[in-house]
């Protein structure tokens, strides 16, 4: 125990040491990606040693939610629905170019197909783990070119959005705001604790119901004009530096170097669906009246979280990114498995 708390220590030291450079430098999510890029670097030296707490990654996961959630107003929901087509058949058209991708992959490479489509899945890793002991895929290789996508992403799309976007001024949408409308009483952190507790519950039934549930509530709350304490900006930073430390120590180095030519491949798929995603943002946006840095972050192959987050920073909508980003995810968790079985029988018969 003594030597986690050690470990964990000095994991947080350069998580922040990251944060603190990536900050001072002016970089997108300085939090999050700072601690990634610090923990990397680390891991290159032979002696290096990390651990994460998965106990501050619950409650992490569920502030960020809170934070996400009191972005949305009442506004928020008339103005997504007109949107649900496009953005759907969108998000269907770069599912399906990843999964054509991953195919042809196993042409070129000998890798069977249930563990090359999982690994090029733009979900989250634990929604494809799951999917890949159910199709007998080769979990560790799904596991490294998940690994690869969310690099790629994590690095790629916050920094193209703040230089393609920082300077956006237009409106992101009708009634959208970045903050909570108003303070409430103390009391009312009672609601943010019974959110995460049923966030807590519904793991095992409700994909990134950490995340989901304490956003769905807080949007819910604040939709219907409850006024909610305000948590400190403290609590916020934290709660990314904790993420930025997870996703650190979770990314192995040696498992990169494991995969070998494959990476090459599956680094080569995750650009060019970041490409198609910025491209479909585009026409999302020429499409509706959302601004360019929301639609094109809807579209993101990201996570919820960071994509959201992003949107803050870039004068995008959060809570129409993150209510776009979740029927994403619902559309992987809900629909995927049953199509995969049916495309792998076909292939396979």
Not at 104 to 126: E, F, H
Request: charged share 5%.
């Amino acid at each position: 125990m003594e030597n986690f708390l050690v470990r964990l220590f000095i994991t947080y030291f350069i998580g922040i040491v990251g944060g603190f450079l990536f900050n001072w430098l002016h970089l997108p999510l300085p939090w999050i990606l700072g601690p990634v890029a610090s923990l990397l670097i680390f891991k290159l030296f032979p002696f290096a040693s990390t651990a994460a707490s998965l106990r501050l990654r619950k409650v992490s996961f569920s502030i960020l939610g809170i934070q996400i959630g009191s972005t949305f107003t009442a506004a928020t929901l008339s103005t997504v629905v007109p949107y649900l087509i496009p953005y759907t058949a969108m998000t269907l058209l770069l599912i399906a170019l990843s999964l054509v991708s991953a195919y042809l992959i196993t042409k070129w490479v000998n890798l069977d197909v249930a563990t090359s489509l999982l690994g090029s899945i733009p979900g989250g890793l634990s929604t494809v783990l799951a999917l890949s002991d159910s199709f007998y895929g080769n979990t560790v290789l799904v596991t490294i070119f998940q690994t690869i996508r969310l690099v790629a992403v994590l690095f790629i799309i916050p920094f193209s959005a703040t230089h393609l976007f920082f300077h956006q001024t237009q409106p992101a949408a009708q009634g959208a705001v970045v903050q909570q409308a108003g303070i409430g009483p103390a009391w009312t952190i009672i609601l943010f604790i019974a959110a995460f507790l049923i966030g807590f519950l519904l793991q095992r039934w409700v994909p990134a119901s950490l995340v989901l549930m304490p956003m769905l509530i807080t949007a819910a709350l604040q939709i219907n004009g409850i006024s909610l304490f305000l948590l400190p900006t403290s609590a916020y930073l934290f709660a990314q530096l904790t993420i930025g430390v997870y996703l650190g120590d979770s990314i192995s180095v040696k498992d990169l170097k494991t995969a070998g030519k494959y990476c090459v491949y599956f680094f080569c798929l995750a650009i060019l669906l970041i490409i198609t995603s910025f491209m479909f943002g585009f026409l999302f946006s020429s499409l509706t009246n959302l601004n360019t840095a929301t639609a094109v972050l809807s579209l993101a192959p990201g996570g919820l979280i960071e994509m959201a987050l992003t949107a803050q920073a870039v004068n995008g909508d959060p809570s129409i990114v993150s209510s776009l980003q979740m029927i994403r995810l619902l559309t992987i968790v809900l629909v995927l498995p049953f199509f995969l079985k049916w495309l792998l029988k076909k292939i396979h018969s």
